[in-house]
C-alpha cells in the first residue's frame, strides 16, 4: 500500500533597506556668535550616517569649536555604500570685547586729550564708538555728551577728564577725555591822553596779570617795547598794539592816540590881542586879552557847532574851568578871533 506524498510549503522573507544616495544636505545647528575666547558646539542632521568636518576633520556629528578670528565652518554627510556625499556650512562669528574710542568732533581724529586757551566754545560734544551701550561720567547714555566747559581768564587753569564706558554682549572697557583749559590773560589797555598836539608826550599803559608784554606800532612788525607802559610822542594819529601772554596763552588790545595839529589858538600872536592857555587844556583854561582889548565874551563850540560854554573875561589871567568839557576839539569866538583847542 503506497503512502500519500505530503508537501511542506514555506515562505522566505527577505528584508531590503532603501539608502538615499546622495544623502539630503545637511542641516547645522549651533552657536554662530561666540565672545573670543568661549567654546561653542555645532551639530549636523540628515539622512546621511557620515561626517567630515573642516576644519579640524572631525567626524562626529558634533564637534566643539572655540575659534580666535571668525571662521567658516562646513560638513560633509555622506551615506554608507554612497559614493556621493552633500555639503552644508556655517559662519561663526566671533566678537571681541569693545574697544571705546573718545573724541570731540571738532577736532580732526580722535583727540583725547587736548588743551586749549579759554575756549571759544562753551558746551563741547564729546563722542564714543566702538561699543553697543554708553554710559558717561557727565550722566549721560548716549554716544554722545555735551560739557560745560567755562571761559577762564584769570589763574589757575581749568583741568577735567571725562569717562565713558562702552558695552556689548561680551564685556566693557572704557575711554576718557582730559580737558586742560589754560587762562586767558586779562587785558586793560589805556593811555594819558587820547588827543594830543602834535609832538607831546603821552603815556600808554597795558594792564594785566600776564608777565610778557608787546608793544607794536599797527602796521609795522618790530616790536618797540616790552614793558607794561610806554612813553610815546607820535607826530601823527598812531594806533599802538599790545600782546600780552602767560607763556601759553596770549591776548592783544589796541589803543590810538589822534594827533592835531593844534594851529589856531596857540599860533595868535599876542599883539593879536587875545592869548588862551594851555593847549591842551584839561581843568583850567587861562584867557588873556592885552591893554587894547576890553571886556569881551567867550563862546567855545564843539565839533557840531553846538555851544558848550559862555563866559565873559577882561583883561588878563581870566581863570575858565573846563572841567565839565569832555575830551575833544573846540572851537572858540572872543574879540573877533576865532580858533580851537583840545580838551583832554
Known sequence: MMKPLCSIIGILFVNFVFSQCPPTSPTITGTSVLCNGASGSLSASGSGDTYT???????????????TITTTYSVLMGQTGCTVTSAAAITVTVANTPTVVAAIPIFTGTANSFTACGMGFQSPTFEASGASSYTWTTGATTSTTS???????SPPSYTNTYVVTGQNACGTSTAAITTL????????????HTLICAGSQVTVNATSWATVYEWKIAGSGPVIATTSSIVVNPTVTTNYDVTVTNGTC????????????????????????????????????????????????????????????????????????????????YFYKLAGKTGKFIKQ
Open 250 to 329: 596770549s591776548r592783544s588790545d589796541d589803543i590810538t592816540v589822534t594827533v592835531n595839529s593844534c594851529t589856531g589858538l596857540d599860533e595868535l600872536p599876542h599883539e593879536a590881542g587875545v592869548k588862551l592857555y594851555p593847549n591842551p587844556v584839561t581843568e583850567l583854561l587861562y584867557v588873556d586879552l592885552n591893554d587894547r582889548q576890553g571886556p569881551g565874551v567867550l563862546e567855545v563850540y564843539d565839533m557840531t557847532g553846538k555851544i558848550k560854554m559862555k563866559e565873559s573875561v577882561s583883561g588878563s589871567a581870566n581863570v575858565i574851568p573846563t572841567g565839565a568839557l569832555p575830551p575833544g576839539i
Open 181 to 192: 583749559i589754560y587762562s586767558v590773560p586779562s587785558l586793560g589797555i589805556s593811555a594819558s
Open 53 to 67: 568636518w573642516s576644519p579640524g576633520g572631525a567626524n562626529t556629528a558634533s564637534i566643539s569649536i572655540s575659534p
Open 147 to 153: 560739557v560745560y566747559v567755562p571761559f577762564t581768564t
